[in-house]
């Protein structure tokens, strides 16, 4: 599973306004969208991930563009899923393996 997200969101409509952003180092907030009910079968599949033998990934960028063009993502490791709370969006705290380096820390504002 690829997580794709994007940081900046101030130029995507109100519906993509997810509260994604890293909490730590080595801690990251990821919303769902907004359909993504708890008893869905999305849910079970972040919730569930490892005993299915699925690995999650993490690609971010900072803002969706960079001079017009669309801004690469970079990749921040794989995940695992800590905790989950509210529905249609999911909030899902996901850790990773491998920690940020210093120089992804500062590129994405991570505390």
């Known amino acids: 599973m690829f997580l794709l997200v994007t940081l900046e969101k101030e130029s995507l409509g109100q519906q993509f306004q997810y509260q994604d952003h890293f909490i730590g180092s080595d801690l990251f907030q990821w919303q769902s ?3 993504t009910a708890q008893n869905s079968e999305t849910r079970l599949a972040i919730k569930h991930h490892r005993e299915r033998g699925v690995e999650v990934h993490l690609f971010v960028r900072r803002d969706s563009k960079i001079d017009g063009r669309a801004a690469p993502f970079v990749y921040c490791g794989q995940l695992e899923f800590v905790d989950w709370e509210g529905e249609k969006p999911i909030t899902v705290q996901w850790r ?4 940020l380096s210093e120089r992804l820390e500062r590129l994405f504002r991570a505390p």
């Open 96 to 99: 990773l393996l491998t920690p």
């Open 33 to 35: 969208q907004n359909r």
